[in-house]
């Protein structure tokens, strides 16, 4: 079995990914420094889930952003500006007496100790997303429902709610996860690896790095996790340059999704790209990777197709871009591993005219 989430009957019409999580406006330094230095910013978007609907609908496929936001201009933003993508906004609410959340950033690397993230989300529209105003059933039909652990921890409605998505049903799509462990969200920091660990449990599909594995769990290593987490039927360990390992293949103990045949190990080397912004990749590796799931690829290549949308994203100064056209990357992706091996991606390569390096 493929491990690719089945059709439903409106498949022509119907969203094939749901991405429902919070999304806010961007304030992006106009330089490098601390905060305190950077004399203005940029506005642009972000949200892990949102990032995930616009690169999805950028590459062709149908994608619906589920949220709330504020009643404000923030709000018409961010509406207008994921719906430029392509993405179905129609789920999305308007929260008359909450706004709508912004963050500033520093251009650092988010693993770096120099990194600044000054976030004014508290009592943000999106935070009172909970299963009464964001029931189950209204969510539009798709084989797809991709979540993070951003949400939960947003407030306990808002992991109420992904306790309710993430609930074994009749019918149930096939649930992603991407644990996205930001401690600072917490207000109980002791709280999340638990709370993490269980919605991941609950979940078919899940993404996580080595490094966020250690940090909240305290394993280390490909395996460790897969042995702390060996219900999902399909584990993408994101390794960073090492690439990526997957682990497929461990039973239906969902009932929901088909599943591959058990005991599935396939390691990916990663790209060799020059970094223009270190943001970004997480979400759009997600996105590729979830694209050719949807077109029923094989492992190597869904895990290789995440490489190469993350390698766009890091090769533009912002969170977003265009991917490489479809028949671009399905060429690269089918290379050799000797090729592939070669490939070294810089600004520009999505082009149609741009010529890839090898080294």
């Known amino acids: 079995m493929s491990g690719t ?9 119907a969203a094939e990914v749901v991405c429902l999580g919070e999304s ?32 999805l609908a950028a590459a062709g496929h149908r994608a619906a952003w589920v949220s709330r936001v504020g009643a404000d201009g923030f709000g018409d933003h961010l509406v207008e500006a994921i719906a430029g993508y392509g993405v179905d906004t129609s789920g999305v609410r308007r929260d008359p007496s909450r706004p709508t959340g912004i963050y500033f950033r520093t251009a650092t690397d988010r693993a770096t100790d120099v990194h600044e993230v000054a976030y004014y989300r508290a009592g943000s529209a999106a935070s009172a997303m909970s299963p009464d105003n964001i029931p189950y059933a209204t969510l539009p039909a798709t084989r797809v429902l991709h979540l993070s652990g951003i949400t939960a921890a947003l407030s306990a409605d808002c992991l109420a709610l992904l306790h309710d998505l993430t609930a074994p049903r009749p019918g149930r799509p096939l649930i992603s996860f ?3 462990h930001r401690p600072g969200l917490w207000r109980d920091a002791d709280a ?4 993490l660990l269980d919605l991941a449990r609950r979940s078919d599909l899940v993404f996580v790095g080595e490094d966020e594995a250690e940090e909240a769990w305290g394993v280390t290593g490909a395996a460790a996790i897969r042995a702390a ?17 997957v682990f497929s293949g461990i039973g239906d103990t ?15 080397p990663a790209l060799r790209v020059d970094v223009v912004a270190p943001v970004g990749a997480g979400d759009a590796f997600a996105a590729g990777f979830l694209s050719a799931t949807l ?26 871009t ?38």
């Not at 060996?230 to 390992?245: F, I, M």
């Not at 290789?304 to 890091?314: D, K, T």
């Open 5 to 13: 989430p089945a059709r439903t009957a409106d498949a022509a019409t």
């Open 24 to 55: 806010m406006v961007t304030f992006l330094p106009s330089q490098p420094g601390r905060l305190a230095d950077v004399p203005s910013f940029g506005r642009g978007i972000g949200g892990a889930e949102s990032n995930v609907a616009c690169a």
């Open 178 to 180: 991407d644990v996205n």
């Open 192 to 195: 999340s690896p638990e709370v």
């Open 229 to 245: 987490l060996p219900e999902p039927a399909t584990l993408v360990v994101k390794r960073g340059a090492e690439g990526a390992t």
């Open 254 to 268: 969902q009932g929901t999704a088909d599943i591959p045949d058990a005991g599935d190990i396939t390691t990916v």
């Open 295 to 320: 077109r029923d690829l094989p492992v190597r290549d869904r895990v290789r197709h995440g490489h190469l949308m993350a390698a766009a994203v890091l090769t533009v100064p912002g969170d977003l």
């Open 322 to 359: 265009a991917p490489p056209a479809r028949a671009h990357a399905d060429s690269l992706a089918a290379l050799d591993d000797e090729a592939w091996g070669r490939l070294r991606l810089g600004p520009g390569w999505t082009g149609d005219d741009q010529e890839v390096r090898t080294t």
